[in-house]
């Protein structure tokens, strides 16, 4: 049977709804939120020297900013121009020139700057090198550059080698060229800046029903009786969301938020492409359930116990037995795991109380249909993936999977990276599948050469084997990067620098330098200047978390001369490598990439006809799971029970979780978070807890734990009492390194830390540095 489609963009409901207005005052005027008008205006300025370019970038390419997928102004969800300021906040990035040749001549100079001045210095020009006691980057050749790079790589086991490759509007091509190199090259020490945030999703998601990304599309939010986000901030992160939402909550839509803080953005928003939101504002989230950083496990048991107990008075009121009984297995097992649990135990990890949890519980119970939504606060645990696995539990007792309105959407925060690891761009994957002995000889045969057999390593663990013993065969000699500031993006900053200082040679391949770029390496430190999305030869291709992959074309403009398009440059350094063998690695085109990828991965059997601006196919169609028939060895979902993790907070302490501003990833727009007019250093927390600590608001405060300390103010915040939340990367300079998520080995991004007044903190510290 035919997997069966959405129809074209729904229309939206432009009849105001007052009972959905935030405010009378026109604008939000004298309101903390975002100004859209003025960071338009403010962007159009910063690119007044390419306003021709840019507007073609915006109307006729593939965002770069979110995953939400907006091709051009349009999308496949809604009619009518989509723009947002993330968007609009990235386009510098493809428009500037490249950076003045005075500012690579003193790198002292330019460690002054942060990222956020590196960034506005403009492109990287041609390749540059630096090795050690030199303060210059020197400018080198492409040919001098790749030769050198190939000469360290033939000298070194494969297993001492690493390729990482972030977010940066990196194409499905470039994903599955990198993919296919790093293997022809000897080594599976792959890995992308997706699995930092989703991994987890995928684990999760396999297991519980076989499925590795979005089972629904954007257009299921639209009607759906119930739309939750858990641990997502979507309309800071992914602000063209809103738009959705709004059409949500017009069709009759409750919207639920569970987050530690009641984010100001989920409560209120200002849509600017929507006149009525624009003008009044519109009330988004109808719930909030503030659990404890942690502690959703414990909720979503809870639940459950409310369920099966709801079950014992009235049979059939909250579980779809039908569905349950048809199409999963593991019911009885999960009944008599959630019955072991008291109330007092869920209510003391969850942070909610036994009736909070049954209103949840109803809620879900009395819908027809519900989508689940989540992003990082569920993912980056050390228990991310069983925190997935127990969304997929409620969805599946309550029939929401494979059909109209229904499902589970782990949303992403960058385009096109649904796509990295279904391009094998992933020590645990090969395209289109596990990387197992079944798609290791599937692959080999399309690709025409033998795959190494072993374990590679993620991004996290590569960086603590750049320390290991000099003789070890998995000692890191060689980092080669696209794009990436592992100093601004994972635990434990100083450790970081180490890690990285540490290299006997270094490769970024980027447009843009960052604070990484600028640290030393043993032997040399080597700079790539990539093309961008839209000036990579042939167009490129991107998947969006609906799993729509979209076509975006070469866009016309202004060019940085020595700029390559990065499918072409690992193409090149691999034939300088294995000269030998070079047939089996080379593409023409950007076409010949999408045929094969075709091929690679049976979903993606329709990449290839993809050539001109607004194609667009969807792997899978509109639903997984259609049907409730799951991709599983028995064609069902796996009710799977999940045991509370110890929530490791001592007496005193506080949970603490990293959350974000004004920013696209590391990349940061301003000091001030325009939701709640926190600043970066700021820590937000409850004033209550406040109180008691003899804490007044503004005052410098230190949270520390014996992974480190970060000082800022105090900032109060509806946020759960006995939380705290602080800004990334700011804040991550206490969170811990090494703690990894249990089955996809991501780290975690949530630790416990005492707060203190700051002097109370430095007279102790004081006090025992006398002492001793």
Known sequence: MGKTKHTGPSKLDQWPKPSLWVSMMPM?????????????????????????????????????????????????????PHLCTTRLNVLRLNTMPAIDPKWLEDVDKLRELDSTELRKLGRIPYPLSRKPGEKKFTRISWDEALSRIAAKIK??????????????????????????????????????????????????????????????????????????????????????????????????TKIIVINPYREPAMENYWIPSVWESALFGTKIADDFYQVNIGGDIAFMNGVMKHWFEMEKQHPGSAIDWEFVHEHTNGIEQLKAHVAKYDWETLEKSSGLSKERMY??????????????????????????????????NLAMLRGFIGRAHCGLMPIRGHSGVQGSGEMGADPFVLPGGEFDEENIARIEKIWGFEIPKWQGDTI????????????????VRLLYTSGGNFLETMPNPDFIRKALESLEMRVHQDIIFNTSTLLDAKEEVIILPATTRYEQRGGGTSTSTERMVYFSPEIEGPRIEEARAEWEVYIDLASRVKPEAKHLIHFNNAQ?????????????????????????FQW???????????????????????????????EGQFYVTTRRGKQFNSMIYSDKDPFNAADRYDILMNEKDAAKLGIREGESIVAYNRHGMMQGRAKFADVKQGNVAVYWPEGNVFIPKGVYETYAQIPEYNTSAIIEKAETFHAQKDQKYVEK
């Open 28 to 80: 939000g005027l004298g309101k903390v939120k975002p100004h859209h008008i003025r960071d338009t205006l403010k962007v159009v300025w910063e690119n007044r020297d390419q306003l021709g370019y840019a507007y073609r970038i915006l109307t006729q390419g593939v965002c770069d900013g979110c995953a939400l997928g907006v091709s051009g102004l349009h999308d496949q969800t809604l009619t009518g």
């Open 460 to 475: 996290g663990q590569t960086l603590e084997n750049i320390l290991l013993p000099d003789e070890h065969e998995r000692k």
């Open 592 to 616: 010949e990439i999408r045929n094969e990828i075709a091929v690679a991965n049976p979903n993606y059997d329709g990449i290839q006809y993809l050539k001109k601006q607004g194609d667009v």
């Open 155 to 252: 000298s070194i086991n494969p297993k001492q080698l690493a390729f990482y490759l972030t977010a940066r509007g990196i194409t499905n091509e470039v994903y599955y060229t990198a993919a296919k190199v790093a293997r022809f090259l000897g080594t599976n020490n792959i890995d992308n800046a997706s699995r930092i945030c989703h991994s987890p999703s995928k684990t999760a998601l396999k297991r519980s029903l076989g499925i590795g990304a979005s089972s629904c599309s954007y257009k299921d939010w639209i009607g759906t009786d119930v739309l939750v986000f858990w641990g997502s901030v979507a309309a800071n992160n992914q602000p063209v969301s809103t738009k959705y939402m709004y059409a949500a909550k017009k069709a009759g």
């Open 359 to 392: 209103e949840f519980a109803k809620q879900l119970a009395e819908a027809k249909s519900g989508v689940f939504v989540w992003s990082m606060g569920l993912t980056q645990h050390r228990f991310g993936t069983d925190n997935v696995s127990q969304v997929a």
């Open 620 to 650: 899978g169609g509109a639903w997984l799971c259609e049907g409730g028939i799951c991709p599983t060895a028995d064609g069902r979902g796996h009710l799977l029970p999940i045991e509370l993790p110890e929530l490791r907070k001592a």
